[in-house]
Structure formats: C-alpha cells, structure tokens
C-alpha cells in the first residue's frame, strides 16, 4: 500500500516541480521587463537629445549660410567701392 501511495505523489511531485520552474521563469521574465523599460526610457532619452541638438545643428546651418550670404553682399560693395576709388586715378 506504501508504494501505491508514494507512486500517486509522483505526479504532484513532477507538478510541483515545472510550478517552481515557472514561478522562477516568471520572476526572470519580470526583471527582464524591467530592464527593458529602463533601457527604453534611456534611449528614448537619448533620442530627445539627438533631436534637440539636430534641431540646433539646422539653425546653425541656417545662420551660418544667412552670414555666408551677408559677407558676399558686403565682400561685393567693398569691390565695388575699391572699382570706383581706382576710377578716381588718385
């Protein structure tokens, strides 16, 4: 009868068993969400910046090319006035 006995607790033992595994599996699955949210507030941290420091890369292309085209402007009065300065034959 003792046999009989202790071969019924051997599914409950196998059940018991794969109850553990999953449990365990759970609580890793659990702390691999974790670090994935933390990992995707940082890149998305890291995103923010990029945009923020492109949006500011665009402005400074835009200065810049508006300065560019200022010193033309003024690179071709000043050769204008040169022109006219060597029309006088000073």
Same mark, same amino acid.
Do not use: C, F, Y
């Given at each position: ?21 999953? $449990? ?9 969400? !974790?670090? $994935? $949210?933390?990992?995707?507030? /940082?890149?998305? /941290? ?6 923020? /420091?492109?949006?500011? !890369?665009?402005?400074?292309? $835009?200065?810049?090319? !508006? ?24």
């Amino acid at each position: 009868m003792a046999t009989k006995g202790a071969a019924g607790l051997e599914p409950i033992d196998r059940l018991e068993e794969k109850i553990k595994t999953l $449990v365990s599996l759970i609580g890793r699955l659990k702390n691999e969400q !974790a670090r $994935v $949210v933390d990992e995707n507030a /940082r890149l998305q /941290r890291e995103l923010d910046s990029v945009k923020a /420091r492109l949006t500011d !890369a665009e402005g400074s292309s $835009v200065e810049a090319t !508006a300065l560019r085209e200022e010193r033309d402007m003024i690179k071709a009065r000043v050769t204008e006035m040169l022109q006219q300065l060597d029309g006088l034959n000073l």
